[in-house]
């Protein structure tokens, strides 16, 4: 028996999410489809994020146990083919809104979701008042010029172990502690009108780089002040938190196993 | 009665082309449900280039002749308002997939297509072996290495005035004559992974940038000699060029109405 550990890249605008769900087109079920074709067996894979609708991945991560003949290094070959010829008919789309860039074998109790310490996402958004076509789907556009220097400074707040469930959508399943560490946030410069949010951290609550990034946006349009990031995190209420920025901007850039990584990664960021 | 001029710009992925064609979705079709909304009566468009299915536009041009009351540069905002709240409840994408970047009123003899004297192409390859989601429906993805330079080489020996038959695809209306001139051709670098091509010129056959660029790819993968090119071209045949790309590196960039600015246009891709 083989454990293996995938890393996924995906455009997640026409999936209902990663996880699988009755008639609906999803990450993790077109994985499971092609992986059972090139494993020759029905295969399920425990993938590490559950990322929402139109949320997109760089490096998802997932894990499977099977006994199969395919040397583990070429199932990305394999499996890309076969994403790469399953465009639908009906659509002119290109194939290929999934790949696998990595398999490898790992100890068999090693779990692509209980075992990660901690994840990087990315948010992008597109702040310009000319619509752009090309980026609906990738990014968050705000029209109105954001003060980037405000919600840099905003953001610098959220760094640390603290209780933040002031940015936990209502609706998500209720926790037992919404205590998390955010390792790391770098928040870049106005580059060909995009403004990129980075965030590494051990975990994170239902929809809360999302909602960090409208409290940002909230404070680069001026409606919050730079500074009232502690207090809001403090207050543990979504209601003073920001609105929640749309799934399209946000990417699961990569998930951490190690502590090297995670800490490289980190470091990386204050560069 | 005005005379109104459009600057066009769409995704083309999810449009059976440019024009209306009957029970499919065109960018023709939804330009002209939006304008009929904002002039509040029936709008038909003549637009410039039928762009085919998966082709994108940054520049298409169209115009219609109506009397209406809202104030012509209105038009894109209000427009687009409109294009940005259509977001289909079947789809999770986000809406925006066209945007009337201008509007301005032109004499009541002009006519989009008849009055232009040229017209740029972009054309994107992504030249890398690993699979990109994020690029697969704007970018003709080449697995093997390229030789951009060989490929400029080649793309040199289009420009001029010429019988481009060999560049037609089967299936275009019989045209009376297959010359065209080419004023300015330009491969930039790999970056990105990315190879831009560009390309000015009178007037275009059916399918001609496709397979100017099938048959670039085939000199940067050492399929033909970049030198071949004039032979290609003086046989007039079909089957002695290269393949035929795939639309969704094609974009439409550019129309040109004037003298003044096609000459421009075509001396900037020289430097």
């Known amino acids: 028996m083989k454990n293996v550990l995938l890393t996924i890249t995906y455009d997640g605008t026409d999936f209902c999410g990663w996880q699988k769900q009755p008639d609906q087109r999803s990450a993790q079920g077109e994985v499971e489809r092609v992986l059972s074709i090139v494993c020759a067996q029905p295969i399920q894979i425990n993938g590490t994020s559950r990322t929402d609708a139109g949320v997109h991945a760089y490096g998802q991560r997932a894990s499977f146990a099977a006994e199969f003949s395919i040397p583990t290094e070429k199932i990305p070959m394999v499996a890309n083919g076969i994403f790469a ?130 409290t940002l946006v909230d404070v680069g349009l001026g409606r919050k002040n730079p500074d009232a990031l502690p207090e809001i995190i403090k207050s543990k209420d979504r209601q003073l938190a ?28 204050k560069e």
């Open 85 to 214: 010829s399953a465009a639908s008919e009906k659509s002119r789309k290109a194939s290929g809104e999934i790949a696998i860039l990595a398999a490898e074998e790992v100890p068999s109790e090693f779990h692509a979701r209980f075992d990660a310490i901690g994840k990087k996402y990315i948010y992008k958004i597109l702040n310009s008042q000319r619509p752009d076509p090309f980026r609906r789907n990738y990014c968050y556009q705000v029209g109105r010029r954001l003060d980037v220097d405000a919600m840099r400074q905003a953001a610098s707040h959220v760094i640390g172990t603290k209780d933040f469930k002031c940015f936990q959508a209502a609706g998500g399943k209720v926790l037992e502690s919404t205590v998390r560490t955010i390792h790391s946030v770098r928040l870049g410069s106005l580059e060909n009108n995009e403004v990129k949010f980075e965030v590494i951290g051990d975990g994170f609550l239902y929809n809360m780089v999302r909602i960090i990034v409208g």
């Open 242 to 269: 920001g609105h929640t920025a749309p799934p399209q901007g946000l990417y699961l850039a990569e998930v951490f196993y190690g502590n090297e990584a995670l800490r490289n990664a980190a470091e990386a960021m």
